[in-house]
């Protein structure tokens, strides 16, 4: 059975996308086949597309691309019962597997969750390269708790706006760096949100038990500073810096490893209002809907998310 799907040749820009027929894989037993309703666009789908992980892992041309995808399933492997065909499910779409930028999309059942029917498509294609990475480096890896005090930085973003709704959820006091969006951020649970174009995080918070770094670089290195003896560092862009945590006398983590999927309890969280995702603008999940998508993205201050829509 064939396919139209938005396929890169080479590495590179946007411009690389094209519409393409291809053909779709056999399902592994523990697998399902989806017919896509929404993608979305995150930062590590850019990256792949540009050939960032072309050292880590090789894709075959022409290659489907795009991590976050919603649909309803259509088929499923010998071994899965978690899922019925018709059930509407969102999940994440293994990076070399046949990818969420398609009219079908193939997952691994581990990696998927059902959606409630109160859930708008365009949320659900949000969540899972979100949801997923927030709540891990939170809980699996930060274990934090209710009444600590967390800094996440990048709180604009997908995954930091998620983090903050997830850490408001247990009780804990959030602080966040960002460079707008302030009274939004409030309002999904920020205790206090530094512009960084204004203020330094380092100079204004001590004491901190738990940082979470999207950005990196500097940001990470300066983290350590505001963090009190014992506490934990949890970044999703950069390795541990071993030498700093030993002179702060604190623990660094670098988000990687398998933990349990969270998407079922953060749609709930979702379907009962507790969190919210920001959709600031949609696209066709076409060619030159995905190139679009991805330049708005490059290009633009994105508060939450850009979504890709059939």
């Known amino acids: 059975m064939q396919t139209k799907a938005v396929v890169i040749e080479s590495y590179g820009d946007s411009s690389k996308f094209e519409d393409q027929m291809v053909e779709i894989p056999d399902l592994k037993p523990k697998q399902i086949l989806i017919k896509v309703s929404g993608s979305s666009v995150a930062p590590f789908d850019i990256a792949v597309r540009s050939g960032v992980f072309k050292n880590d892992f090789k894709l075959e041309m022409p290659a489907i691309t795009g991590t976050d995808v919603v649909g309803k399933v259509v088929d499923k492997g010998s071994e899965v019962s978690k899922f019925e065909v018709g059930d509407l499910v969102c999940g994440m779409v293994g990076v070399k597997g046949f990818g969420a930028y398609s009219e079908y999309a193939i997952l691994g059942q581990s990696k998927a969750a059902k959606v409630f029917e109160n859930i708008p498509i365009e949320v659900a294609a949000s969540l899972p390269m979100t949801a997923i990475p927030a709540y ?175």
């Open 136 to 310: 891990n480096s939170l809980f699996d890896l930060g274990h934090l708790k209710a009444g600590e005090k967390v800094l996440i930085h990048g709180g604009a973003g997908g995954v930091g706006s998620m983090a903050i709704q997830l850490a408001k959820n247990i009780g804990a006091k959030i602080y966040t760096t960002a460079g707008s969006n302030e009274e939004q951020l409030k309002k999904f649970g920020a205790t206090r949100v530094i512009n960084y174009h204004d203020e330094r995080f380092e100079e204004e918070l001590s004491n901190i038990d738990l940082v979470i770094d999207t950005v990196g670089h500097f940001t990470y290195k300066h983290s350590f500073e505001v963090l009190r003896s014992g506490g934990r560092l949890v970044s999703l862009v950069e390795e541990p810096d071993d030498k700093l945590a030993t002179k702060y006398k604190v623990s660094a983590m670098y988000l990687s490893g398998k933990f349990d999927n969270p998407l079922d309890k953060v749609i709930k969280l979702v379907s009962d209002g507790k969190v919210k995702i920001n959709v600031q603008q949609t696209f066709p999940l076409t060619a030159d809907g995905v190139r679009e998508a991805q330049d708005y993205y490059e290009d633009n201050h994105v508060f939450g998310k850009v979504v890709l829509l059939k």
